[in-house]
Nanobody, 112 residues
Framework: QVQLVESGGGLVQPGGSLRLSCVAS????????MAWYRQAPGKQRELVAS???????NYADFVRGRFIISRDNANNTGYLQMNSLKPEDTAVYYC??????WGQGTQVTVSS
């Protein structure tokens, strides 16, 4: 059973930064692609960024240039560095490992 634990969410002012972490309980992390999704109230879950096991990265247009996805295979951990945050970035952020394993989500609120 694979468990993913996210952390790093919180309340931040517009223009601020947060760094999300996603720790996997097993080292199958290293052989899987991973991604970050988000879901705002009343909206569908949407892809934010992805990173393959070969470190190829992709970003949604609405975060490109502001967010950075990365991974640390030695520690079975993925990261999402979020800069220049906007109120519209407010959502629950989830990590996805492979095609099946989801984290529990971490709330990010951008507000003054």
């Amino acid at each position: 059973q694979v468990q993913l634990v996210e952390s790093g969410g919180g309340l931040v002012q517009p223009g601020g930064s947060l760094r999300l972490s996603c720790v996997a309980s097993t080292n199958i992390f290293v052989i899987n692609d991973m991604a970050w999704y988000r879901q705002a109230p009343g909206k569908q879950r949407e892809l934010v960024a992805s990173i393959s096991r070969s470190y190829r990265k992709n970003y949604a247009d609405f975060v490109r240039g502001r967010f950075i996805i990365s991974r640390d295979n030695a520690n079975n951990t993925g990261y999402l560095q979020m800069n220049s945050l906007k109120p519209e970035d407010t959502a629950v952020y989830y990590c996805l490992l492979g095609r099946s394993y989801w984290g529990q989500g971490t709330q990010v609120t951008v507000s003054s």
